[in-house]
């Protein structure tokens, strides 16, 4: 299984805002939702997820400030974060959700929000 290439990360101020892309293989991409994670400094949570529907549904502590999104031809998911707040510091990664066992986890993308 190819690993997903996650990008766009990067150091912002408070108030910023970034665009993460994620590059996925076709074996991932066709999985019935893709999400977006994150990590910080151990745990890692669910931020939002995108259904091959259509459906959205998103972190309380995200809701408002981001947006999922994908191109399905081009097996990509974006994420759109506005309004970035400190504890938005994670590395950021996406895969399928739910992500099982045996699927791979790219490199992430780091996210750091400071002044």
């Known amino acids: 299984q190819v690993q997903p290439v996650e990008s766009g990360g990067g150091l912002v101020q408070p108030g910023g805002s970034l665009r993460l892309s994620c590059a996925a293989s076709?074996?991932?991409?066709?999985?019935?939702?893709m999400g977006w994670y994150r990590q910080a400094p151990v745990k890692r949570e669910l931020v939002a997820v995108i259904?091959?529907?259509?459906?959205?549904n998103y972190a309380d502590s995200v809701k408002g400030r981001f947006t999922i999104s994908r191109d399905n031809a081009k097996n990509t998911v974006y994420l759109q974060m506005n309004s970035l707040k400190p504890e938005d510091t994670a590395v950021y990664y996406c895969?399928?959700?739910?992500?099982?066992?045996?699927?791979?986890w790219g490199q992430g993308t780091q996210v750091t929000v400071s002044s």
């Open positions: 895969n399928a959700f739910p992500a099982g066992r045996s699927d791979v």
């Open positions: 076709g074996s991932i991409f066709s999985r019935e939702a």
């Open positions: 259904r091959r529907g259509g459906s959205i």
